[in-house]
């Protein structure tokens, strides 16, 4: 019996490949950049399934060019799908899979590092240290912002926003206060739900922002929720990078109209801009939120469970 085609569009763990590879032939696409909107379109033309990631450009003008896909499934490695136009594939009858949960501890983990890191100013210690700068300890050298009982603001309380609250209010004591688009029943700690993000922005001392990518939150942290926050005010982005508004936050930053920012993610990733290189109250991470092996292969496992119920004819476990 010839088995199905599938596309893995990135180099993935070995774990994954070789599950995937027990029902489906697969195409491993040995190449770590992003896939474009001609090399998407060639794809839903050639292969029966497709297991894509973050960047890949399956956007509408792929499923315009595609006319009648064969492929009749994107399992989306990955929980953010922002990169996919889930309508325009849901017209053309592809289903569109992610994989929440199995980032949720990771990519709150990462939050709580860049929190830590920007506010006590490690990567500029660590910087002084490395160029040979260092003349010794002493009673004001580097102070930075104490976390314990501060106030965490975070803009989106879902699974990755509540892992972070319980982190930051178990951990360090923080009060928490939040927004969400829709109500949250139980955010799992004490915590005060706010108005919007401008409302949050002015509560805390660090602000995180925890959102789903998309139209709908593109430039939500904008130069009014950066005008909002406290002078020493810390914001974190363990998001997508065009949730934030990065000319607005660059200006911000270099006003002095905020203490500092930590960063896993850019708006045009993976392009950083010069900028932000050159401030030392920044700290610059390479998109790690998820980036540790047993997580990625979590991801890729629920991805190909959506690739085998999909062939099994059953419910999709995580479709979008």
């Not at 489906?24 to 474009?36: E, F, G, K």
């Not at 508004?245 to 950083?272: K, W």
């Amino acid at each position: 019996m010839t088995r199905p085609l599938l596309l893995i569009t990135r180099p993935l763990p070995d774990r994954v490949v070789a599950a995937a590879a027990e029902r489906w032939a697969v195409t491993l696409r040995d190449d770590t950049r992003p896939m474009d909107e001609e090399a998407c379109a060639a794809a839903l033309s050639a292969y029966d399934a497709i297991l894509p990631t973050l960047g890949d450009a399956f956007r509408a003008g792929a499923f315009a060019r595609a006319g009648a896909p064969r492929a009749r499934i994107l399992a989306n490695f990955g929980v953010g799908y922002n990169h996919i136009d889930v309508a325009a594939a849901q017209a053309a009858g592809v289903a569109v899979t992610n994989t929440p949960g199995a980032v949720t501890d990771a990519t709150a983990d990462i939050a709580l590092c860049l929190i830590l890191m920007t506010a006590r100013r490690a990567g500029e210690g660590e910087r002084l240290v490395r160029a040979g700068r260092w003349e010794g300890w002493h009673p004001v050298q580097m102070l930075g912002l104490h976390v314990t009982g501060k106030t965490l603001g975070i803009v989106g309380m879902g699974r990755i926003g509540k892992a972070i609250a319980r982190r930051a209010h178990a951990g360090f004591g923080m009060d928490v206060v939040y927004c969400n688009r829709s109500p949250v029943a139980d955010p799992g700690v004490p915590a005060r739900a706010l108005r919007d993000p401008a409302a949050v922005a002015a509560a805390c001392d660090i602000l995180v922002v925890a959102v789903p990518g998309g139209s709908a939150t593109h430039h939500l942290i904008g130069a009014e929720v950066l005008a909002a926050m406290r002078p020493h005010g810390i914001l974190v982005n363990i998001a997508r990078g065009d949730v934030v508004d990065e000319a607005a936050l660059i200006a911000a930053l270099q006003a002095g109209r905020i203490g500092g920012a930590g960063l896993d993610v850019y708006e045009f990733e993976p392009a950083v801009p010069e900028a932000l290189k050159a401030m030392e109250n920044v700290v610059l991470l390479p998109h790690l939120g998820t980036a540790a092996l047993e997580v990625r292969e979590a991801m890729g496992m629920m991805a190909v469970a959506n690739l085998e119920a999909f062939l099994d004819g059953r419910p999709l476990p995580n479709p979008v």
